[in-house]
């Protein structure tokens, strides 16, 4: 989690930078989920032929936790395939999807800076948290 405080000049500087994370987000998510859905598609056949190259062999999957190593909080993939790379992918897009929704409805909260017009002299100091204001100070009212 990142928290920082900065300094704008003008509400549609504030406005502005939201939207900057806005247009960012949606891009880094488009690739993400095109990146998913080329994935997809191998890591599906892969179990596909995994199931049943077991079921001809006559044996039960093994467990997924096979290949795994937990370090602390942290897991590593041993031999990883289309199905681990489609995971964490999902991961990301979920991640991205909920930031995106973080960013909108912020600019959304914000909507009410548009209609203070002229606001030269006052300095807006925003606490963010992930680029995300959370708190606004004015001073130099």
């Given at each position: 989690m990142s928290i920082q405080i900065k300094e704008y000049n003008?509400?549609?500087?504030?406005?502005?930078?939201?939207?900057?994370?806005?247009?960012?987000?949606?891009?880094?998510?488009?690739?993400?989920?095109?990146?998913?859905?080329?994935?997809?598609?191998?890591a599906e056949k892969s179990k596909r032929i995994r199931e049943v190259m077991l079921k001809m062999a006559g044996k039960?999957?093994?467990?997924?936790?096979?290949?795994?190593i937990q370090i602390g909080s942290l897991s590593?993939?041993?031999?990883?395939n289309a199905v681990h790379?489609?995971?964490?992918?999902?991961?990301?897009?979920?991640?991205?999807?909920?930031?995106?929704?973080?960013?909108?409805?912020?600019?959304?909260?914000?909507?009410?800076l548009d209609q203070l017009g002229e606001t030269d002299g006052i300095t807006y100091t925003v606490v963010e948290n992930q680029d995300v204001p959370e708190k606004i100070l004015l001073s130099g009212l």
């Open positions: 003008s509400a549609e500087a504030i406005a502005e930078n939201l939207d900057k994370q806005i247009d960012e987000t949606k891009n880094s998510l488009s690739l993400y989920i095109q990146k998913l859905e080329e994935i997809q598609s191998v039960k999957a093994p467990a997924e936790t096979l290949g795994e590593i993939i041993l031999e990883a790379e489609m995971e964490a992918i999902e991961t990301v897009v979920r991640s991205k999807q909920a930031r995106l929704l973080t960013l909108q409805k912020a600019r959304e909260d914000l909507r009410w």
